[in-house]
T-cell receptor, first 110, second 112 residues
Framework: GQQVQQSPASLVLQEGENAELQCNFS?????MQWFYQRPGGSLVSLFY???GTKHSGRLTSTTVIKERRSSLHISSSQTTDSGTYLC????????????FGQGTILKVYL | DPKIIQKPKYLVAVTGSEKILICEQY?????MYWYRQSAKKPLEFMFS???????DNQTASSRFQPQSSKKNHLDLQITALKPDDSATYFC???????????FGSGTRLTVL
């Protein structure tokens, strides 16, 4: 079965609303990374978060290993946040052989 | 300025031909990778290299051959191309094997 499940598959927000993206995993974890994929396809690293909570501007990532989940919170969304958000699991001692989820497609409108 | 350069951005090939996808990184990283993203599928790990040595290979086919002529280069040669090889191929790098991964902008390959 799929080792990394992301939800929701897609999300539509009005600008200013908050978003909570979920990533659940079914295997042991060395780290969790979150990426943003632009509509044109390029990928940007958002967080390298093996456990706990990290903040970056309007973004917050929380990884709870015991519960096998990680979340990405976007506050006060903007139209420029539109794109695909991917979580990727690095299994224990697999050396950057990341296993990606299917992604959450976010659309933010005015 | 992009720190990981992939060339070409778009590539069209005929079935049975051979192509080389170029990747150069200017981040000073010692580990490089190839990932593939096919339509409707998640990003999929293909290869990892560390200090120009192959560390992991998850591709089932020997038609995919990475080539590392310099520390900051990791090209991908694909032979006997098939339509199923159509995908966007992403090169990535990291400082160590357990650090943040940085991606290039990808090469979109279409095999007719």
């Amino acid at each position: 079965g799929q080792q990394v499940q992301q939800s929701p598959a897609s999300l539509v927000l009005q600008e200013g609303e908050n978003a909570e993206l979920q990533c659940n995993f079914s295997t042991s974890l060395n780290s969790m990374q979150w990426f943003y994929q632009r509509p044109g396809g390029s990928l940007v690293s958002l967080f390298y978060n093996p456990s706990g909570t990290k903040h970056s501007g309007r973004l917050t990532s929380t990884t709870v290993i015991k519960e096998r989940r990680s979340s990405l919170h976007i506050s006060s969304s903007q139209t420029t946040d539109s794109g695909t958000y991917l979580c990727a699991l690095e299994r224990t001692s697999s050396g950057q052989k990341l296993v990606f989820g299917q992604g959450t497609i976010l659309k933010v409108y005015l | 300025d992009p720190k990981i350069i992939q060339k070409p951005k778009y590539l069209v090939a005929v079935t049975g031909s051979e192509k080389i996808l170029i990747c150069e990184q200017y981040l000073g990283h010692n580990a490089m990778y190839w990932y593939r993203q096919s339509a409707k599928k998640p990003l999929e790990f293909m290869f990892s290299y560390s200090y120009q040595k192959l560390m992991d290979n998850q591709t089932a086919s020997s038609r995919f051959q990475p080539q590392s002529s310099k520390k900051n280069h990791l090209d991908l040669q694909i032979t006997a191309l098939k339509p199923d090889d159509s995908a966007t191929y992403f090169c990535a790098s990291s400082q160590g094997q357990t650090e943040t991964l940085y991606f290039g902008s990808g090469t979109r390959l279409t095999v007719l």
